[in-house]
């Protein structure tokens, strides 16, 4: 296997070559401290405020992709072969500003102006693919921007302006997409990337087979795909992570197919780019989609790696188990299928032996007799990480309910079915008592612990409060349901 020791990419108009790169180095710190491009702000460093927002456009199938991303949880290693641009690059026709830099200003959408370079560069990304954005839309792309002082609404006002200024057809990405399209496919040269010092070695590989081959070489490697989590492991808790297999990358775990029984999604596919088949084949999840974080994270964050975490309170887990979904799990050449609540086993511990990763999820398709729900609870409704998650599936034959998966983050040290209120639902007739009895059952499936984001007892009444939520939603026969429904 044939190995590069530096990091090639194209930086706004440049392409960069950069040695030495090691695994926990970040692109904030890269674009500030050694190119001083000093538009892109540090804010959080934990990618929740966006200040840091750049673009990074990647070939997938032959197509140049750009998407929003944050800066300071982005790492270097990760962008071997893409195209990053920051606020430095935006230009308009004839040395003007950029339309959405121009509307910006006339809008009044920026005041101490430190959030700024994000909030644009979060705009021109939406810009780019809906020139025309409904509110909602605006509001939906700077989900993972915070400002302080303008209120948004000068900032939606602008969003929804900007293409007044100028379209899309003529801006110098869209005007320059081909010869940025061959300059990237001229960087693929399907060597396996190895840079950095022994302890702190980031590692790309060239293929899946090859990850697989890296990972028997370095089984306590830290696999990073989207970096959600693990670049808050660096940025907030200075947690060493080489050596770090970064595969963002590979195509092969990016795969999306619909067959007879299932749909099969990749490991590295991210929450941007399974949404639409996730909310066509579930249409329950189209709401619960756009609580999980912000855009720029649902653009790196990946499904399998949000599985991979293991975290207790991660978004994806309690509904994938309610919907019985599997894991697919390879070491080597050899694979293993297993049933996503039996990949947990206890706070911090999954059932994946060192050198094993995930390779693909199988989520079982919708029966005609199920009815599905998905909540989230959390401080604050938009970019936030759950208090109490729930994924809920009841299959009901004749009035009669004859199987039920219930499943919960935040209520236990890891994403836990409620076995006693399954037991409470089975066999029992679709209503009000029926739920009432597996709220009640909920205290024999968990205890949960009581931290800054909820108490315990907070928890377990949301908990049966879901289940009722559920039951009312679902209820031909009921008043409320109406209610709940238009609210």
């Not at 430095?88 to 910006?104: D, F, K, S, V, Y």
């Not at 396996?192 to 010092?197: A, F, I, L, S, Y």
């Not at 968990?446 to 209820?475: C, G, K």
Request: with cysteine; proline share 4%; aromatic share 8%.
């Amino acid at each position: 296997m044939n190995h590069r020791t530096e990091i090639r990419f194209l930086l706004n108009g440049r392409n960069v070559a950069v040695k030495d790169v090691e695994a926990d180095a970040t692109l904030l710190d890269f674009l500030r401290l050694d190119r001083r491009l000093t538009g892109t702000k540090e804010g959080c460093a934990e990618g929740d405020c966006g200040a840091c927002t750049v673009l990074v456009g990647r070939l997938q199938d032959g197509q140049l992709i750009y998407e929003t991303v944050n800066a300071c949880i982005r790492f270097m290693a990760s962008l071997d072969g893409s195209h990053v641009v920051t606020i430095e690059h935006l230009r308009g026709e004839n040395g003007q500003l950029h339309p959405i830099q121009q509307a910006m200003v006339d809008y009044h959408g920026s005041q101490c102006g430190f959030c700024t370079p994000g909030f644009i560069m979060s705009l021109y990304a939406l810009w780019m693919a809906t020139p025309e954005p409904t509110e909602t839309e605006v509001e939906t792309a700077i989900q993972g921007n915070l400002c302080r002082c303008t209120g948004y609404q000068p900032i939606i006002a602008a969003a929804m302006a900007a293409n007044r200024y100028g379209t899309p057809a003529n801006d110098f990405l869209a005007i320059e997409r081909q010869v940025i399209t061959d300059r990237l496919t001229a960087l693929r040269d399907g060597h396996r990337v190895v840079c950095g010092p022994k302890d702190n070695l980031a590692i790309v590989p060239s293929s899946l087979d090859d990850f697989a081959d890296v990972l028997a070489e370095f089984p306590q490697a830290t696999i990073v795909a989207g970096s959600t989590d693990v670049g808050l492991w660096v940025t907030k808790f200075m947690r060493p992570i080489g050596p770090a297999v970064f595969i963002a990358h590979l195509e092969e775990l990016k795969s999306i197919a619909l067959t007879k029984d299932a749909l099969q999604i990749g490991a590295g596919v991210t929450y941007t780019e399974a949404q639409e088949s996730f909310c066509k084949e579930f249409p329950h999840l189209e709401a619960y989609w756009d609580r999980i974080a912000g855009q720029q994270v649902r653009n790196m964050g990946t499904i399998g790696g949000n599985i991979a975490n293991g975290s207790p309170i991660g978004d994806m887990p309690p509904v994938l188990i309610a919907l019985g979904a599997e894991v697919k799990l390879r070491k080597g050449s050899v694979t293993r299928w297993l049933p996503l609540e039996d990949f947990f086993i206890e706070y911090g511990k999954q059932d994946r032996a060192p050198g094993e990763f995930i390779e693909s999820i199988s989520i079982p398709r919708a029966s005609e007799l199920q009815r599905h729900g998905a909540y989230k609870i959390s401080k604050r409704r938009d970019e936030d990480i759950s208090s109490v998650a729930a994924g809920i599936s009841v299959t009901v034959e004749s009035g009669v309910i004859t199987d039920c998966r219930l499943a919960f983050g935040g209520m236990a040290g890891t994403p836990k079915r409620a076995a006693a209120a399954e037991a409470a639902l089975t066999g029992q007739p679709w209503g009000r008592a029926a739920f009432t009895a597996a709220g009640k059952a909920l205290e024999a499936d968990f205890q949960p612990l009581s931290d800054w984001r909820a108490s315990a007892e907070y928890r377990i009444t949301v908990a049966r409060n879901l289940l009722q939520r559920f039951f009312l939603a679902h209820d031909d026969q009921s008043a409320e349901a109406a209610d709940l429904l238009s609210a």
